[in-house]
């Protein structure tokens, strides 16, 4: 029993915990976060921890799933045409892995961590993008909410896909990517109709994720129990006290994590560009300066392209959830 319960064992429990409450406080994707958190804690290789968390996610994730169903939120019609895309190439991305990188655990290891460093990097993108939209939409005065969109099934199924093969590899893109890309493809949705939909699809495609990684990687159970032992109740107190907290704040700093880890990943990889020799703190450190400073004054300037004041209404908290005028 003392092999199990380590100091190793409750830090992954704290890191699920603090984890799970960000994304039942924001509803963004949990393998951004927890992916890069357990690497940098240094508790198993980049394999084991996607596969871990993916095995997780796929049980905290059917939770949030269940709900959305019983409330009826979710678009089935569209979740079903992302799933078709997505679990074929969720199964195949560990395999695609494996197959480039060969058998040498070293070099999974050192692939791995170049694709989730840029996964995050892609992820952080993404919440830039989804506030550069949701301007768009708010000062034309278009995208009247639509309950029942048309399909539109090969666009939908290569969005599916590009999630799928991302969550494969790395367990980054359900939460992020996918969601962006519905709100491009079907911008008459609403909040939370894109929230349930994104919900209802990534249960199968984290659980196909999550089979293919223990076909190839096996199950780490030490850091799969800890895991879930620390995430489920952290999700569920993050989506209690998630009315009361401004969301747009905690956003905003995660997205300054997403860049840092990504970048982080990258040089602990020894990507070439980073060098393979050392490793580069001070260059970490200042891409969070840079964002903090320089993200502010470049969104003011997008806004002044929009006809608006650089700084005031609407603001971020607004834009998370624009409101669409509904169709008469």
């Known amino acids: 029993m003392s092999d199990v319960i380590t100091t190793t064992f409750f830090a992954i429990i704290a890191a699920g915990f603090l984890v799970g409450i960000v994304v039942g406080l924001t509803g963004m994707g949990g393998g951004a976060l927890m992916t890069p958190a357990l690497i940098f804690l240094g508790v198993g290789e980049a394999s084991a921890v996607v596969t871990a968390d993916l095995t997780a996610a796929a049980i905290y994730k059917t939770g949030g799933a269940i709900v959305h169903s019983r409330e009826g939120s979710p678009d089935f019609k569209l979740a079903k045409w992302l799933i078709v895309g997505s679990v074929p190439m969720a199964l195949l991305g560990p395999w695609l892995i494996h197959k480039i990188a060969g058998e040498e655990p070293e070099s999974v290891d050192e692939l791995l961590l170049i694709c989730i460093g840029f996964a995050l990097l892609f992820a952080a993108s993404t919440y830039a993008l989804r506030l550069y939209i949701n301007l768009r939409r708010v000062r034309s005065g278009t995208g009247d909410a639509d309950p029942n969109p048309p399909i539109r099934p090969i666009p939908t199924l290569l969005v599916g896909a590009l999630g799928g093969l991302l969550v494969g590899i790395t367990s980054v893109g359900s939460g992020s990517v996918i969601m962006v890309a519905l709100l491009m493809l079907y911008p008459g949705l609403s909040a939370v109709r894109l929230v349930g939909t994104d919900l209802v699809q990534a249960v199968p495609l984290v659980l196909a994720a999550a089979i293919s990684n223990i076909a190839i990687n096996g199950l780490d159970w030490s850091l799969l129990i800890p895991l879930v032992i620390g995430s489920v109740p952290g999700t569920l107190i993050g989506s209690k006290i998630a009315p009361r907290v401004p969301q747009s704040i905690i956003r905003r700093g995660i997205v300054v994590v997403l860049t840092m880890?990504?970048?982080?990943?990258?040089?602990?990889?020894?990507?070439?560009?980073?060098?393979?020799?050392?490793?580069?703190?001070?260059?970490?450190?200042?891409?969070?300066?840079?964002?903090?400073?320089?993200?502010?004054?470049?969104?003011?300037?997008?806004?002044?392209?929009?006809?608006?004041?650089?700084?005031?209404?609407?603001?971020?908290?607004?834009?998370?959830?624009?409101?669409?005028?509904?169709?008469?």
């Open 261 to 328: 880890s990504g970048v982080a990943l990258l040089d602990k990889s020894g990507w070439a560009p980073l060098s393979e020799d050392e490793t580069h703190p001070m260059l970490i450190a200042g891409v969070g300066i840079a964002m903090l400073v320089l993200v502010p004054l470049i969104w003011g300037v997008i806004r002044r392209t929009q006809g608006l004041p650089m700084f005031g209404s609407p603001t971020v908290a607004e834009l998370e959830n624009p409101p669409i005028p509904a169709r008469e």
